[in-house]
């Protein structure tokens, strides 16, 4: 069912949105040659059906432009491999050692992650860390992006998480992406918005030195 929507123009479109943060109705009709109004009527169809949400956003200093993104709701088109077994398994592991046994298991997963990262120093700055992170989570089917504010803030943005019905069950598969982000900026990565919470995405703040500091060495 879900391979004759992608051959859809609606597919095609909650496609396109997945391997970006939003598009406009122009973006999507340039990306796919179809007119814009032509593309306005699939999102009015999209947004009524909860796979879409708009929100007006300005670029540079033209009057404000309708972006679209997707909701949690267009992850069951996509792929939710694995997710019943781990599930079970979770189930499983819970059972014998409670909550705290399934918590530990995804600290484990991000330390081991934060490991690989090495060690925040000058010569690779938790920005450089950060980027890395990013590429891991896109690698694991996570459609994520990193930007930075004018005020040094970096955001980690995550849509439409593939894993959202494992969290759903199972929230501490959180704290694996909450143990590298305390790796790399211990203290200063504040998560604002979650979807496993309601929100449109999962986003982090970020706040990080331009230059990290110098350890010195005690005799």
């Known amino acids: 069912m879900h391979d004759r929507f992608f051959d859809s123009t609606r597919g095609k479109i909650v496609g396109?949105?997945?391997?970006?943060?939003?598009?406009?109705?122009?973006?999507?009709?340039?990306?796919?040659?179809?007119?814009?109004?032509?593309?306005?009527?699939?999102?009015?169809?999209?947004?009524?059906?909860g796979l879409i949400a708009g929100r007006s956003v300005r670029r540079g200093k033209t009057k404000p432009t309708v972006e679209y993104s997707l909701t949690a709701e267009a992850a069951r088109y996509f792929p939710q491999r694995y997710d019943k077994m781990l599930n079970a398994v979770l189930r499983e592991i819970r059972v014998a050692g409670g909550d705290g046994a399934v918590k530990a298991?995804?600290?484990?997963?991000?330390?081991?992650?934060?490991?690989?990262?090495?060690?925040v120093t000058e010569e690779h700055p938790a920005e450089e860390h950060l980027t890395k992170v990013?590429?891991?989570?896109?690698?694991?089917?996570?459609?994520?992006?990193?930007?930075?504010?004018?005020?040094g803030t970096l955001l980690l943005h995550e849509h439409a998480c593939p894993y959202a019905?494992?969290?759903?069950?199972?929230?501490?598969?959180?704290?694996?992406i909450h143990t590298i982000l305390d790796s790399v900026a211990p203290g200063r990565a504040r998560q604002v918005e979650s979807l496993a919470t309601g929100g449109a995405e999962c986003r982090f703040e970020i706040d990080v030195?331009?230059?990290?500091?110098?350890?010195?060495?005690?005799a």
């Open 16 to 49: 396109a949105l997945r391997e970006r943060p939003s598009a406009s109705a122009f973006d999507l009709a340039t990306l796919f040659g179809l007119s814009p109004n032509a593309i306005r009527q699939q999102l009015v169809v999209l947004e009524r059906d």
């Open 105 to 119: 298991v995804f600290e484990r997963i991000g330390k081991r992650t934060a490991d690989r990262l090495g060690a």
């Open 165 to 176: 019905t494992v969290v759903a069950e199972n929230p501490e598969a959180c704290g694996a």
């Open 134 to 151: 990013v590429t891991a989570l896109k690698a694991a089917g996570v459609n994520a992006e990193l930007q930075k504010t004018a005020d």
């Open 209 to 218: 030195d331009t230059v990290p500091r110098k350890t010195t060495a005690t």
